[in-house]
C-alpha cells in the first residue's frame, strides 16, 4: 500500500462548504494510480472497483484471507461515520489503498483504506431546492447512486440530473454536465457505469408529470461529457410490437420505466445490460393500455454500447398492476460445461421474487424459479413468455386483492451475488403481501398525484420469518434451491460472495452474517448500531483483507422494520462503515 | 422525542406504501413545539391548481379566528404514483406547518390516522371542454375518438368507473395527461376531441393562453357530474385547532364569503359541500 498524501491543506471544496459547513482536512493524493480501462475489464483481486466489483455485477471477490477457518477471528480495523444523516445505500470502492465512500446528496470522501483516515470529502452544491421539487428533496435524502472511477477521476450522478467527474487525488470538480433538466422532474438515483470509454447511466423521476414519455439510459463521453446516444426506454420508435404493447396509448401520456439499478457490462460483445422498472400509472385502469404488456417496463435490455441500439429484451412482468418492479440487478454468468462456454444473464430482478437466466448472447429464455411466496405470475411457458394471474388485474376502481409479494417485499434493491467457486447465486428476499386497490386518491385537490392504494404489509398465510437467503444452485438448464435460511428480520444489506466460501449480508436486527456457501450454516455474525445496509464489499492491503460493513437508515430499514415491534430501530440513522480484518497473526492464505 | 417518533412509526407502518421511498430519518423530524402565539402556520402544495383560491380562504379562516396567517409554501411536484408524498407531508406537518390547505376530501383520503381533515371549504366541478363546435354535449362525440382526462384525478374516476359499465363499444378510448396545458393542446390540434378537467385547470387554461378561446366547456351527459371537495389538513394531535377551523368554515360558508371567493376566481362550484 503506498498512500501518499502531499501536505495537509485546510481547503473549503465547495462554495457550499465555506458557507456552511465546518472545514474539512481537505488532503491530497500524490502519485494516485489511474484506474484504467483493462483494470475495470479485469481488476485486481485487492480492489473493489464498481458498484458490484466487476462488470458482471456477480457481487463476487477473490480474496480468500477471511473463509470458514479464519472469519470467527474478525477484528474491528475502523469505523467511519458516514457524512450525512438520511437514507442511504452506499457501495464503497477501493482503488490504490483509497476507498471512496459516497452517501446521500452525493457526498462523497477519500478515505485511507487502511487507517481510515479522511483524506478529502466532495459535497455536491444542489442549487437550493425550491417547494415544487420536493421529490428531487426526497430523493436526495434518500439517494443510493453509487460512483465510478476511470482513469484519475471519480464520476458520479446526481439528484439534479447532473454527471460530476472529480479528480481523485483532491476530490475537485474537473467537469460537470446538466444532463437533463431537473425542472421537469428528472433526477439520477442510480450510479453510472463506465465501458468502451463512455459514461452509461440511467434517469429517474420518470413518473414524474414533466418526464412524461421520456425514460432514458444514456452514454455520454468520458473524456468530453458529450452525449453520444440516448435509449428511452417506454418509447421505441424502432420496434412497433413495442409502440403496440400501451394499447393505443401515445408515448406523452405514458410514465415509468425507470431503470433502478446500474446495469452490467459484457466487453467481448460491447453489450451492456439494464433492468427496468414498473410502468406509471400501477394499474392499467388508470393507465389506459388495457392488456398491453407496457414494454419495456418490468424488462432486460440488452443495448449495444457502440450505437445505443436495442440487441434484445426479455419481459419479466408484463401488465404490472402492482408495483412489483423488476428493476434490479442482473448478472452475468459463464460457465463451461462439456467443453461448451454458456454465456447467461441471471437475475431475480423484481419484487415477486422469481429467479430467470437468459442466453446474454441472444436473450432466450433459459429457465425460471420461484423463491418467495407470490401469486401475481400463474406460470411461464418453455418459451419464456410471462402469464399473469387475470384475477389480480382490477375490474373496477376500487376493487382490492391481496397480492404477493408486496410493494416493500420480495427482491428489493439490495444485490444478490453469485460464487463461481460453487457455482451458486445467493439472493436475500423478503416474504410480504398487501393489499393492491387503484383508487383516484388527490392529495392536492385537483392534482395529478395518487392513483393505488397499498394496504399494510403482511406475511404470507403459514409464514412467520420474513427474511430469507436463498442459496440457488444454478447452470444453463436449471436454477434449483441448495439451500434456505428463513429468519424473523428481513435483510437490509445487499450480499457478498467470496473465494473464501463464505456468503456476506445483513439485516434489519443489525446483524452481519457470514454464512457457508456449501451449507447455508451461519459461521460468523456480529451485531452493529444500525440496520446492516449498502453493499457490503472486501479488499485487501499489505496481505491483509480487509471486509466492508455498511450500516444505517435505508428504505428497507425502514418500512420493512416497522413491522416487526420486537425488532425497533435504533432513534439515529447510524449510517456507517465498520471495517473488520483479521488478526496480523492470522494472515493464513494470499488472494487467488 | 418518543411522541414525535411514535407518532412516525405509526405513519410508517399504517400508511400508504411506495415504490422507491418509505419513511422519514428521524433526525429530520424536529424535536420543538411551536410558539405561534397568535399566528399558524398555513402550508400550501406550490403545484395545487387551486393555490390562489386556497390563499384567500386560509386569510378568510385566519380572519375568523383572530389568528394571523403565515402563508409557507409546503411543497409540490411528486410523482403521479404519490412516491415521496407522505414522507413531506410527515416532515411538513411535524416541522413547519398547523395547517395544510387545499387538499382533497374524499372517501378514499390517502392521508392516515396522523392527520385530520377538516370539512370541505368548497366543492368544485369537473367540466367537458371541447373545441369542435358541432359537439353540444360529449355524447355527440363518435365513440371512436379518444379524449383525455387528468391523471388520476375525481373526475378520470368517474368516467374509468361509467366506462367500465358500457357495453363494449360503447365508451371512449381515453388518455391520461397529468398537465392540463398540454391537454388542452392536444384538443385543440384534434388528437383527443375533448377532455376532462377540474375547473380550476381550465380557468387557468383561459387565463394564459390566447389560442384557448376555441375551447369550452360543453354538457358532459351522459356522464355523471364530478366534485372535488376541497378542504385542510390539521395534525390529528391538535383537535382544538381543527374544531376552530370547522367552525370557521361553517361560518365562512353561511354568510357568503367563501361563494364570492369562488366567484372571483371563476370557479364553479359551490361553498361548503
Redesign the interface.
Do not use: C, H
Given at each position: 500500500m503506498k498512500l501518499k498524501l502531499l501536505p495537509v491543506l485546510l481547503a473549503a471544496g465547495t462554495a457550499f462548504a465555506t458557507v456552511s459547513a465546518p472545514a474539512f482536512a481537505q488532503n491530497v493524493i500524490a502519485d494516485y494510480e489511474p484506474v484504467t480501462a483493462e483494470m475495470l475489464a479485469n481488476p485486481p483481486a485487492e480492489e473493489w472497483l464498481m458498484f458490484r466489483g466487476k462488470y458482471n455485477n456477480q457481487g463476487y471477490s477473490e480474496l480468500d484471507m477471511i473463509n470458514k477457518d479464519t472469519v470467527g477471528d474478525l477484528e474491528l480495523a475502523w469505523a467511519w461515520p458516514m457524512a450525512e444523516?438520511?437514507?442511504q445505500e452506499t457501495a464503497p470502492l477501493v482503488h490504490d489503498g483509497i476507498m471512496f465512500l459516497q452517501t446521500n446528496n452525493n457526498i462523497v470522501e477519500a478515505i485511507n483504506a487502511e487507517t481510515g483516515d479522511l483524506i478529502w470529502q466532495y459535497r455536491h452544491a444542489v442549487a437550493e431546492i425550491?417547494?415544487?421539487?420536493?421529490?428531487?428533496?426526497?430523493?436526495a435524502?434518500?439517494q443510493k447512486n453509487s460512483i465510478a472511477l476511470y482513469e484519475d477521476k471519480v464520476i458520479l450522478t446526481t439528484v439534479d440530473a447532473k454527471i460530476v467527474v472529480l479528480n481523485a487525488a483532491d476530490g475537485k470538480v474537473a467537469w460537470e454536465k446538466q444532463v437533463l433538466d431537473y425542472n421537469k422532474?428528472y433526477s439520477y438515483?442510480v450510479g453510472p457505469l463506465i465501458a468502451d470509454g463512455k459514461i452509461i447511466s440511467a434517469i429517474s423521476?420518470c413518473?414524474?408529470?414533466?418526464t412524461?414519455g421520456g425514460c432514458y439510459i444514456m452514454a455520454h463521453d468520458v473524456e468530453t461529457g458529450d452525449e453520444l446516444w440516448r435509449f428511452n426506454t417506454i418509447d421505441d420508435p424502432d420496434n412497433p410490437a413495442q409502440q403496440e404493447s400501451w394499447g393505443?396509448?401515445?408515448p406523452?401520456?405514458r410514465?415509468g420505466g425507470t431503470p433502478?439499478t446500474t446495469g452490467a457490462y459484457d466487453p467481448e460483445t460491447n453489450t451492456t445490460f439494464w433492468g427496468v422498472?414498473?410502468p406509471?400509472?400501477?394499474a392499467q385502469?388508470?393507465?389506459?393500455s388495457g392488456d398491453g404488456s407496457v414494454l419495456y417496463t418490468n424488462s432486460t435490455l440488452a443495448i449495444d454500447v457502440d450505437t445505443g441500439k436495442l440487441k434484445w429484451y426479455y419481459q419479466h412482468l408484463p401488465r404490472d398492476n402492482w408495483?412489483l418492479?423488476s428493476p434490479f440487478e442482473r448478472m452475468l454468468v459463464d460457465q463451461e460445461i462439456d467443453g461448451v462456454m454458456h454465456k447467461m444473464l441471471v437475475t431475480v430482478p423484481g419484487k415477486n421474487g422469481i429467479a430467470f437466466a437468459l442466453d446474454r448472447d441472444t436473450g432466450k429464455y433459459l429457465w425460471s424459479k420461484e423463491t418467495i411466496v407470490q401469486n401475481v405470475v400463474d406460470k411461464i411457458d418453455e418459451d419464456g413468455t410471462v402469464h399473469i394471474n387475470e384475477d389480480l388485474v382490477f375490474?373496477?376502481?376500487?376493487e382490492e386483492f391481496l397480492v404477493c409479494s408486496?410493494?416493500?417485499g420480495g427482491k428489493l434493491w439490495q444485490a444478490g451475488a453469485y460464487s463461481p467457486l460453487t457455482q451458486a447465486y445467493f439472493v436475500p428476499l423478503t416474504e410480504a403481501c398487501?393489499t393492491v386497490a387503484p383508487?383516484?386518491?388527490?392529495?392536492?385537490?385537483?392534482?395529478?398525484?395518487?392513483?393505488?392504494?397499498?394496504g399494510?404489509?403482511v406475511l404470507p398465510e403459514g409464514i412467520t420469518d420474513a427474511g430469507l437467503m436463498q442459496a440457488l444452485d444454478i447452470n444453463p438448464t436449471q436454477g434449483e434451491s441448495k439451500w434456505q435460511y428463513r429468519y424473523r428480520p428481513s435483510p437490509t444489506s445487499s450480499v457478498l460472495a467470496t473465494a473464501g466460501g463464505l456468503v456476506f449480508g445483513g439485516d434489519a436486527s443489525r446483524e452481519i452474517k457470514a454464512w457457508d456457501q456449501e451449507t447455508g450454516e451461519v459461521v460468523w455474525s456480529q451485531r452493529l448500531n444500525a440496520p446492516i445496509g449498502g453493499y457490503p464489499m472486501t479488499y485487501a492491503i499489505n496481505g491483509e483483507q480487509y471486509l466492508v460493513v455498511p450500516t444505517g437508515?435505508s428504505?428497507?430499514a425502514?418500512?420493512i422494520s416497522?413491522?416487526f415491534p420486537e425488532i425497533p430501530l435504533p432513534?439515529?440513522?447510524g449510517n456507517s462503515i465498520f471495517v473488520f480484518k483479521l488478526p496480523s497473526d492470522a494472515k493464513t492464505a494470499s488472494a487467488n | 422525542?418518543l411522541r414525535f417518533?411514535a407518532f412516525a412509526?405509526a405513519l410508517?407502518?399504517?400508511g400508504?406504501?411506495?415504490?422507491?421511498?418509505?419513511?422519514v430519518?428521524?433526525?429530520?423530524l424536529n424535536n420543538t413545539r411551536r410558539l405561534a402565539g397568535d399566528s399558524i402556520n398555513v402550508c400550501f402544495?406550490?403545484?395545487?391548481?387551486?393555490r390562489p383560491f386556497d390563499e384567500d380562504v386560509a386569510r378568510a379562516i385566519g380572519d375568523a379566528l383572530f389568528l394571523e396567517v403565515n402563508v409557507i409554501?409546503?411543497?409540490?411536484?411528486?410523482?403521479?404514483?404519490?412516491?415521496?408524498?407522505m414522507?413531506?407531508?410527515t416532515l411538513a406537518m411535524n416541522n413547519t406547518c398547523d395547517v395544510f390547505m387545499?387538499?382533497?376530501v374524499?372517501a378514499?383520503?390517502?392521508?392516515s390516522e396522523a392527520f385530520a381533515l377538516t370539512r370541505p371549504y368548497a366543492s368544485?366541478p369537473f367540466v367537458f371542454v371541447a373545441s369542435d363546435p358541432a359537439y353540444q354535449s360529449l355524447g355527440d362525440i363518435p365513440k371512436d375518438r379518444?379524449l383525455g382526462t387528468?391523471?388520476?384525478?375525481?373526475g378520470?374516476?368517474n368516467y374509468?368507473?361509467w366506462a367500465?359499465q358500457q357495453p363494449d363499444g360503447q365508451s371512449w378510448?381515453?388518455?391520461?395527461?397529468?398537465?392540463p396545458d398540454?391537454m388542452a393542446t392536444r384538443v385543440l390540434d384534434g388528437?383527443i376531441a375533448g377532455m376532462i378537467v377540474?375547473q380550476?385547470?381550465f380557468s387557468r387554461v383561459l387565463a394564459e393562453r390566447s389560442d384557448a378561446d376555441a375551447l369550452r366547456i360543453i354538457d358532459p351527459s351522459p356522464l355523471p357530474e364530478a366534485f372535488?371537495r376541497?378542504g385542510a389538513l390539521v395534525s390529528s394531535r391538535n383537535g382544538f385547532l381543527r374544531s376552530q377551523m370547522d367552525q370557521a368554515i361553517d361560518a365562512l360558508v353561511a354568510d357568503g364569503t367563501i361563494a364570492a371567493l369562488l366567484e372571483k376566481y371563476g370557479y364553479e362550484g359551490k361553498a361548503g359541500e
Open positions: 444523516a438520511g437514507i425550491p417547494a415544487s421539487w420536493s421529490y428531487q428533496a426526497n430523493q435524502r434518500r422532474g438515483t423521476g413518473s414524474i408529470a414533466g412524461a393505443g396509448v401515445p406523452e401520456n410514465w433502478w422498472g414498473m406509471g400509472p400501477y385502469l388508470i393507465r389506459g408495483d418492479d375490474n373496477a376502481l376500487g408486496s410493494v416493500s398487501n383508487t383516484q386518491t388527490e392529495f392536492t385537490a385537483g392534482n395529478a398525484v395518487g392513483s393505488v392504494k397499498f399494510p404489509r437508515y428504505n428497507s425502514s418500512s416497522s413491522a432513534t439515529g440513522s | 422525542m417518533l412509526i410508517f407502518s399504517a400508504t406504501a411506495f415504490a422507491q421511498t418509505a419513511g430519518p428521524p433526525e429530520e402544495d406550490v403545484t395545487s391548481l387551486g409554501d409546503g411543497f409540490g411536484g411528486f410523482p403521479l404514483n404519490g412516491d415521496g408524498f414522507d413531506e407531508l387545499g387538499v382533497s374524499s378514499n383520503s390517502p392521508f368544485i379518444p387528468a391523471m388520476a384525478s375525481m378520470e374516476m374509468i368507473t367500465q378510448v381515453r388518455y391520461p395527461y397529468a398537465d398540454k388528437t377540474w380550476p385547470a372535488v376541497v
